[in-house]
C-alpha cells in the first residue's frame, strides 16, 4: 500500500499534479503507520528509495511512541484496585 502511495506521489510530481495534497495525504498515513506498528515492522514498510528527510520523523516518531509505551505502568482495572485493598 505504501508502495502505490510513493509511487502515486512521484507520478503527481512528474505530471505536475496535486503532489502536495498527496504529500500530505502519505504523511498522514505514515503518521499513523508509526504508532500502529513497532519501530522494526515500520521500517519494513517504507520504501528503499525514499528520501530519508522525508521519512526520518516518522522514523523518529515511531522509535519514541513505542518507547513511551514501554515506560508506562501495566494498566489496572478498578475491579484489580478494589481487590488489593481488602
Do not use: W
Request: aromatic share 10%; proline share 7%; no cysteine.
Amino acid at each position: 500500500m505504501l508502495a502505490a502511495l510513493a509511487d502515486a506521489l512521484l507520478e503527481a510530481e512528474e505530471q505536475e499534479r496535486s503532489s502536495k495534497e498527496l504529500a500530505e495525504e502519505y504523511a498522514s498515513v505514515l503518521r499513523h503507520l508509526s504508532t500502529v506498528y513497532e519501530p522494526d515492522a515500520f521500517l519494513l514498510l517504507l520504501p528503499a528509495n525514499g528520501k530519508m528527510t522525508f521519512f526520518l520523523p516518522f522514523i523518529e516518531a515511531s522509535f519514541t511512541y513505542h518507547a513511551a509505551l514501554s515506560l508506562r505502568p501495566p494498566h489496572r482495572s478498578p475491579a484489580t484496585d478494589a481487590a488489593q485493598v481488602k
